[in-house]
């Protein structure tokens, strides 16, 4: 099963950009990539998603390697309201498999 | 309002005796899924669901049954429930190949 690996932890200025790397080289061609965050005692909240090209939402940008090798999540702009834990997932059909995450800290 | 909803949200009950967490979703979302989460780690997967009679096992089945016979719902059953299945579970629900919806989560304690 394709696995995800991410940094333990980051920290990032207030209002300064946030690139969040995440690595998953046993993708497989129908694997989609997922970025999920969760907050203490909350369920994950959605960010963004994508299958091969660069992606943009309100939330933040999805930059996708040409190998599908590795991503970054690209949060533009980071508010202190960003803090959480940021998982990266691989997703296919239904079967998703979750990294560890990176626990984001945003410094005022 | 789009929600998925579990029942109930905090559980404590003995070893081995027989127990369903309930899961709803108001979307008419093919995909359900449900996910336990350990102290400090990522969410890992049960089981799923991809239609309605249609389920397949997730990373971590073990000790879990699911069914899914109508849309909406997909209960997840211990049958003999262990310490080690004390554990923070997540129901979602999702569109294929769309954002996934959580709902607020189960606390299961085992004793």
């Known amino acids: 099963d394709a696995k995800t690996t991410q940094p333990n932890s980051m920290e990032s200025n207030e209002e300064e950009p946030v690139h969040l790397p995440c690595n998953h080289s046993?993708?497989?061609?129908?694997?989609?990539i997922h970025w999920y965050r969760q907050l203490p005692s909350q369920g994950p909240e959605y960010v963004i998603h994508?299958?091969?090209s660069n992606v943009n939402n309100r939330m933040a940008s999805l930059a996708i390697a040409e190998d599908r090798k590795s991503s970054t999540l690209i949060l533009h702009r980071a508010t202190l309201r960003d803090a959480a834990v940021y998982y990266c997932?691989?997703?296919?059909?239904?079967?998703?498999?979750f990294g560890d995450g990176t626990t984001l800290t945003v410094k005022p | 309002e789009a929600q998925v909803t579990q029942n109930p949200r905090y559980l404590i009950t003995v070893t081995g005796k027989k127990l369903t967490v309930t899961c709803s979703q108001n979307?008419?979302?093919?995909?359900m899924s449900w996910y336990r989460q350990d102290p400090g780690l990522g969410l890992r997967q049960i089981y799923y669901?991809?239609?309605?009679?249609?389920?397949d096992k997730g990373d971590v089945p073990e000790g879990y049954k699911v069914s899914r016979k109508e849309k909406r719902n997909f209960p997840l059953i211990l049958e003999s429930p262990s310490p080690n299945q004390t554990s923070l579970y997540f129901c979602?629900?999702?569109?294929?190949?769309?954002?996934?919806?959580f709902g607020p989560g189960t606390r299961l304690t085992v004793l």
């Open positions: 997932i691989l997703s296919n059909a239904g079967k998703s498999t």
């Open positions: 046993t993708i497989s061609g129908t694997d989609y």
């Open positions: 979602a629900s999702s569109l294929l190949r769309g954002e996934q919806f």
């Open positions: 669901s991809m239609n309605v009679e249609v389920t």
């Open positions: 979307m008419n979302h093919e995909y």
């Open positions: 994508g299958l091969t």
